[in-house]
C-alpha cells in the first residue's frame, strides 16, 4: 500500500483531466519585480470603484438589514435587484421581453455569480457532453474553458473579422456541425479583440441562428463601457422568438471582486439556470446582491458609469497614442471604442511566441493570442494588451518597451 | 416560424431535463401567511451572526484595503484566509498533512463558495458522465442534486443507522458498482437525519474506500455545532494516503448568505478543483474573504462559536422536551448533538405523504423523507425538521401542531 502512494495517482474525470489553468492567470500569478509591467490583465481600474457609496451602503446594511443580508437567500437572486436590473436593461438597452406586450414568451432576469457563472450555467443546461459549441475565434478563454470543463464541449471558431464573425463561414460551420446547440458571442468589444460586430451582422447572426435552431449566448460585459462612437443595438434586444440568453455583470461597473452578475433569458431557460445554480453555490453574495440593489436605487449609477467611461476613453487614448508613436507600422492594433483591451497582430514573419518572450525579457507581460483559440493546437499572430489595469506611466514605459522590442525584430 | 414558438420548446442537456428544483427551497417559497410557522428550513439562527464585529471589520476594508477587496482575486482564494483556515483545521481537528511532517501527499486549502460548490466540484474533476456516487440514504438534497445536475451520476444509498451507514450494506454496493469513484458522506450531525457515525465506523469506512480505490467526500458543515457528548475524529484526520476530500464552510459559524466555504484535500486533488473553480465563478465573493480572515485573526472565533452552541443546545433542548410533551410514542425522532436538524420517523401504519400534508393543512411546514433518497421513486416513512430557524414561540406552538396532526392519525 505505501508504495503505491508514495505519490499517489487519481483519475480525474475526462472533461477535467486535459484542462490547462487560464495562462492569463498563470501570467498573472508569475513573480514579478516593482520593474515588471504587466499588460495582461482584464482587471477594472481600481479608480472605478464606488468605494465611498458603498461603505456607506455597507453600514447601512449591517445596521438596519443585517439579518437578511448575512442569511441564506433565493437561488434565483434577491428580487429587488432582479427587477431593478429588468427595469435598467429594458430602459437602457431595450432588453428583455414580457407577454403583457404581446410577445410570445417571456423573458426572466436572474442572479449569478459573475458573468462566467452564467457562461457556465448556460453550456451545463443546453449542451451534452462532447457537443459543440460555436465560438468567435479568437474568444474569452474563460469561456471557452467553462464549455470545456464542464460539458468536454468542442470549441469550434469562427474567424472575427474587423465588422464582426465572417458571416459565410458561420453558415458553412453550423452546417456541417449538427451537434451544435449554442452560439456563444461577445458582440460588443469583444475580449480579446477589442472589435464590435456590425449591425447588419448582428441581424444577419440572429436569423442564421433562428435558422439552425441554435440558441445565441450574447456576452456583454464591457457594453457599459462605450466611450466613442455610436450605440448598436444588442442582438437580445432583437429577440422575438426566444433565442438568446444575454448575459451580464456588474463586475465592470461596480465591483469585480464581489461576483455579482445576471442573465435575461426566456423564463423556461432561466427556470432552469436556476436549478443549475442551486446545486452550484446555492446562490450569489446577498450582503453585496443588496448593496447593489441600494447602489442602483438610491445613487446615480448613470453618473457613475460616465466617470468610468471617461477613466478608459483617456487612459485607452494614452496606450494608442503611445503604441501610435513607438511602435513600426507593421505592427497592426485595433482601435477600440469602449471595453478594456487592445488586439495586436504581428506579421507573418514575426513570430508571436518570440515576441512575447522577447517582452516578457524586457518585464512586460502580455497575453499570447493562442490562449484565446477554439482549436488549443492552432497558430496565432497576435498578443492582448490592456489599458485600464497599468498606470499612466507604466501605459508610457510600457509602450516604449514594446516599440523596442517590435524594433528588434524589424532588422 | 410564428406557429413553432407559440410556446418555444428548448432541447435542455440530459443532465438537467429532468431535475426538479429542490423541493425544501419549493416549500420555503410557497405563500405563507403570519400564523404559518416553518420547520422546514436549514438557516442558521439569525443571532447566530457577529454583526457587530463584521460591520467594524467591513468599515476597516472599505477605509482602508477597499482596492483590493473590490478587485479580482485569484480562483484558489484569498491566501491569508486560506492560511488561517488550514492552521485552525489543523489545530482543531487534525486536519491536514504536510510532506515536512514525513507524509506522502500534501494537503491543501482551497476556498469555494459554500460547501455546495465544494461539492460540486469534487463531483466534476472526478466523475464522467453517468458514473456512480455512493451516499448515505437518507442525505442532503442539494449534494445529490449536485451530483445528478453535474455529471447525470446516479446516486446510489447505503442506508443510515444510528451510529452511521450500514458497513455490510456499504462494502456489498461497492463490491457490485464498478463505476464508483466517489463515496459522499456527511459523518457528523447529518443532514437531514441528525445522526453522527461512530468512530468506529469511520475507520472502517476509510479502510473499505482505501480497498476499493474509492475517494472519501467527507462533508462537514455542522463539526463545529457539538452541543453535548464528545468530539469524534474526522474520517480526514485519519487520511494517511490522500484519499479524502474535505468539505466544510464558514456559513453556520460566521454567515451563510456570504457563500464562503473551504476545501482541504490533496493538492493534486484541490489543483483542479482550482482549475474548473475559474470556469464557474473566477474566484469567491473577495470582499468576504478578507473580513473572514480578520474575523478569524482579530477576533475570537472560538468564543463566538461558544456562543452558537449555546443558542442550538438551548433551542434543540426546547423542541426536543416540546417533542416528548406532545408526540406520541409511535413517532420516533433522533436526539442530535450537534447540528441543525432532527428526523422523525413515522410507523409503517401511517403514510408518511398525508402526515405532510396534514400538517401543511395546519400552518406547519416540515421536509417530506422523500426529498432527501438517494432513488428518488423510494418511499419514505420519514421528514426532517429544524430548529435553528424557528424562534422559541414557534418551536413551542409547532410541536403543539405537530402533536395534534400525530394524535389524528392515532385513532
Known sequence: MKDRLCHMTYRFSDRIAH?????????????????????????????????????????????????????????????????????RQKEVWNIGKSVSAGDKFNDS????????????????????????????????????????????????????????????????????????????????????????????????????????????????????????????PTIKSMDTEGIVIYCSSLSKILSAGM???????????????VVAKQSEDVHSNLFFQMLCH???TEYDLDAHIEKIRAIYRRKCGLMLSCLDREVPSWLHYTRPEGGLFIWCTLPASVPMNEFVRACMDVKL?????????????APSQSFRINYSTPSDSQIEEGCRRLGAVARSFSK
Chains 1, 2 share one sequence.
Open 365 to 377: 507581460r502580455v497575453v499570447p493570442g493562442t490562449t484565446f483559440n477554439c482549436d488549443t493546437e
Open 19 to 87: 484542462i490547462k489553468p487560464s495562462a492569463i492567470r498563470e501570467i498573472l500569478k508569475a513573480p514579478a519585480d516593482a520593474d515588471t509591467i504587466s499588460f495582461a490583465a482584464g482587471n477594472p481600474a481600481a479608480e472605478s470603484f464606488p468605494v465611498r457609496e458603498m461603505a456607506e451602503i455597507a453600514a447601512d446594511l449591517f445596521a438596519n438589514h443585517a439579518s437578511a443580508a448575512l442569511q441564506y437567500g433565493v437561488s434565483d437572486g434577491y428580487l429587488p435587484l432582479r427587477e431593478c436590473i429588468a427595469k
Open 109 to 232: 432576469t436572474i442572479i449569478v455569480s459573475g458573468g462566467t457563472q452564467g457562461i457556465e450555467l448556460a453550456c451545463k443546461i443546453l449542451c451534452n457532453e462532447g457537443e459543440s459549441v460555436i465560438c468567435e475565434n479568437p474568444s474569452f478563454v474563460g469561456a471557452l474553458n467553462s464549455f470545456r470543463s464542464t460539458v468536454s464541449a468542442r470549441t469550434i471558431g469562427v474567424p472575427l473579422l474587423e465588422d464582426g464573425p465572417d458571416i459565410a463561414e458561420l453558415e458553412r460551420v453550423l452546417d456541417h456541425t449538427k451537434d451544435a446547440h449554442l452560439l456563444y458571442l461577445i458582440p460588443t468589444f469583444q475580449n480579446p479583440a477589442g472589435l464590435t460586430t456590425s449591425l447588419a451582422k448582428r441581424k444577419a447572426i440572429y436569423e442564421i441562428a433562428l435558422r439552425h435552431h441554435v440558441i445565441i449566448l450574447e456576452d456583454n460585459p464591457y457594453g457599459e463601457l462605450r466611450f466613442s462612437g455610436e450605440e448598436i
Open 259 to 273: 461576483r455579482i452578475g445576471f442573465i435575461v433569458a426566456p423564463e423556461d431557460i432561466t427556470a432552469k439556470m
Open 294 to 296: 441600494k447602489f442602483m
